[in-house]
């Protein structure tokens, strides 16, 4: 066969694949918002959820959501970051750093599930937590910490060795060098991946069966004193995320209107994921315009 030929062949095969599996991407967002958005109102994103009668919302499930994204993140990003400096700035290139790399590799793949299960056990049972906010975010921050290390790694090592030498020839030690030359030069990237792990943190379900719990209490957001169990701060209450409550919908179909609010939430999540990526590649552009061109 002509050389040409099998190039146009293999690159038209090529193409053939990645455009199905666009479509076939395209085609179950598409869906999941079409059904969704008619039954999304102030009313669904703000009211509480009701099980027995129609007209409930995702209010409180929107709430914990969020509210877990960023505990999670309080807790997971710093461990993360100073994870990243050791193993791309300081640490030796030894079989010891080898089987840290491999075992984050390995742990980032795990089954969220397995990480609920080993939360439910640990945080749970164990720490005597109970099925509480507090339980999901050290689960999610063990599911999100692999990922993120990895990524804030990648963006260290992505930094052209020569701001490194620079730093060392003005006479800063090491550390200065990290702080002021090499973080500031890998913040678009940085962010990029806090951002895209808030997409994956913010979709998970499974782990958070096990350790947030499913059930939603009546809070009471005029009552800020996180000791109290009606208050929306509080991270030892239960608290039935987003993603949670799709399942449950699902899952007991008890709601008279269960498809209507199982697709408007539905949608709402698939929105939210989307819009942290979009933002998170705008973010990173934004950011490495202005860190290089000023």
Request: proline share 5%; glycine share 10%.
């Amino acid at each position: 066969m002509n050389p040409k030929t099998a190039n146009k062949i293999a690159t038209g095969v090529l193409y053939g694949t990645a455009g199905t599996i666009v479509l076939i991407l395209a085609a179950l967002l598409g869906y999941i918002i079409v059904t969704g958005l008619p039954h999304i109102s102030w009313h669904f994103l703000t009211s509480p959820s009701k099980a027995f009668t129609a007209g409930g919302g995702i209010g409180i499930q929107l709430f914990n959501s969020f509210y877990l994204l960023v505990l999670t993140l309080l807790i997971s990003f710093p461990i993360a970051l100073g994870a990243g400096i050791y193993l791309n700035e300081y640490a030796p290139k030894n079989a010891l750093t080898s089987l840290i790399r491999t075992a984050i590799e390995i742990l980032s793949s795990l089954p969220s599930v397995v990480v609920g299960l080993f939360g439910f056990l640990i945080f749970v049972v164990q720490f005597g937590f109970g099925f509480s906010i507090l339980s999901g975010a050290f689960s999610l921050t063990f599911f999100n910490l692999p990922l993120l290390t990895r990524s804030i790694e990648e963006a260290l090592a992505a930094v052209p060795e020569t701001q490194r030498e620079g730093g060392l020839a003005l006479g800063l030690s090491r550390w200065e060098t990290v702080i002021y030359i090499i973080l500031p030069a890998a913040l678009p990237s940085i962010l990029t991946g806090v951002i895209l792990s808030a997409g994956r943190i913010f979709g998970e379900a499974a782990a958070l069966i096990y350790t947030a719990g499913q059930s939603a209490p009546a809070l009471d957001f005029a009552n800020w004193n996180p000791f109290d169990i009606s208050s929306p701060l509080n991270p030892m209450r239960p608290a039935e995320t987003l993603a949670v409550h799709i399942w449950k919908i699902n899952s007991e179909g008890i709601m008279p209107d269960a498809k209507a609010v199982s697709s408007g939430a539905s949608a709402v999540l698939v929105i939210a994921v989307l819009l942290f990526n979009l933002s998170a590649r705008y973010i990173g552009r934004r950011l490495f315009k202005k860190i290089n061109c000023g």
